[in-house]
Structure formats: structure tokens, C-alpha cells
């Protein structure tokens, strides 16, 4: 299980399911108000929102992340980043929001251009 709290109220919980449930936090309260799966078909394995709360970033036991778009509903923005080898265990926004920073199994760090979709930048970190 993974679980991220927005700045909105917003509570993003993953896990072995392939599903993302999204809640709201009302004091001591938690009120489920949507699933989200696709475009995951691994167990969740990470979830993170930006600080602003306007976007959720997931990860995946297939080495698969997503961004979604905050709302009402949400809805995928960015839905195929795929770079890693295996389980992405973090990810991270940039302060200024411009990149998503993601960690795996691999030992591979990869940050990536939000705008674009694309790996800005990848390095191996040390295994230990």
C-alpha cells in the first residue's frame, strides 16, 4: 500500500489491486469518490501529488507511471512514461513542476519532462 495527501483534501491510496482509490479527508473522515486503473496494469507501487494538489503522479509494479489532472474526475494527462526496468518504488514533482522525478528497483533515477512526456535525464544510483 501507498498513500499521498493533497493540499485540496485528496487522498490517493495503491496497491496490489492495479487501482488507484481517491478519497476525500473531512476531518476524521475519509469519503471514497473515485477509482482510477488505467493505464496501469501492475500493483501501485507509488503515488505522489505536486504541491499545488493539481496533479497526482502513479507508479506501477511494471515499471509504469502516469500524471492525472485533479478534478472532480480525474483524468489522465500523461499515461506511458516508461523507462524503468522494474518496480517504480518513488516519485516526486519538482518544485516548480516542471519535472517528475521517479525511483525503481532498477537503481535508476529518471527525471522527466512534463511538458513533453520524455526522459530529460536518467543515472544509476548506488545499490545499498
Not at 499521498?4 to 487501482?19: F, I, R
Not at 476525500?24 to 486503473?37: A, H, M, N, V, Y
Not at 493539481?54 to 492525472?68: E, K, M, P, V
Not at 513542476?97 to 512534463?114: E, F, N, P, Q
Request: with cysteine; net charge neutral; charged share 15%.
Amino acid at each position: 500500500t501507498c498513500v499521498s495527501c493533497s493540499a485540496g483534501g485528496h487522498v490517493a491510496v495503491g496497491g496490489k489491486n492495479k487501482t488507484i482509490h481517491l478519497y476525500t479527508l473531512d476531518g476524521d473522515k475519509l469519503t471514497e469518490f473515485q477509482t482510477l486503473s488505467a493505464p496501469h496494469s501492475g500493483a501501485i507501487s507509488a503515488v505522489a501529488y505536486n504541491a499545488a494538489g493539481t496533479r497526482l503522479a502513479t507508479g506501477d509494479a511494471n515499471s509504469r507511471i502516469a500524471t492525472w489532472v485533479v478534478g472532480a474526475e480525474y483524468q489522465v494527462d500523461k499515461g506511458d512514461l516508461v523507462f524503468h526496468s522494474s518496480t517504480v518504488k518513488s516519485v516526486a514533482f519538482s518544485p516548480g513542476g516542471k519535472y517528475l522525478v521517479s525511483g525503481g528497483l532498477d537503481c535508476m533515477v529518471i527525471a522527466w519532462d512534463l511538458e513533453t512526456g520524455k526522459k530529460a535525464t536518467a543515472r544509476a544510483h548506488h545499490n545499498g
